[in-house]
Structure formats: structure tokens, C-alpha cells
């Protein structure tokens, strides 16, 4: 009796884990293509010294301080 009870907690904890780690897996890609609809880079940090800063929006966002 014992071992069925902790099988299936077990089981449900299993379950839990599965459900919360494809929960975050969804929520990262709709949020990703919210910001890519909305117009935003993957960084938005204003990193000027990184070697991906021509990547990123930060390059616009110099264009426009020019201005």
C-alpha cells in the first residue's frame, strides 16, 4: 500500500515538473515574439562595448541621440 502511495506521488511530482518546465518553455517563445512584433532586439541592454552591439537595437537607438 505504502509503495502505490509513493509511486504515484512520485508520478504526480513527475507530471508537476514536466508541465512547469514546458510551461516556461511556451511562455519564452510567445514572449519572444511579443518583442519581435513590438519591434524590440533580443538585447536590450545598450551594451556599446559588446561584440554583437551592431546586432542589437542599441545601434538604433545611437542613430536617433545623433539626430
Do not use: P, W
Not at 510551461?23 to 551594451?47: N, P, T, W
Amino acid at each position: 500500500m505504502t509503495a502505490s502511495i509513493l509511486s504515484a506521488a512520485g508520478t504526480i511530482v513527475s507530471v508537476a515538473v514536466g508541465v512547469v518546465a514546458a510551461g516556461l518553455v511556451v511562455f519564452a517563445i510567445v514572449y519572444h515574439a511579443v518583442r519581435k512584433k513590438q519591434g524590440k532586439s533580443g538585447c536590450d541592454c545598450g551594451c556599446s562595448g559588446c561584440a554583437g552591439c551592431t546586432a542589437c537595437g542599441s545601434a538604433k537607438k545611437k542613430e536617433e541621440k545623433n539626430k
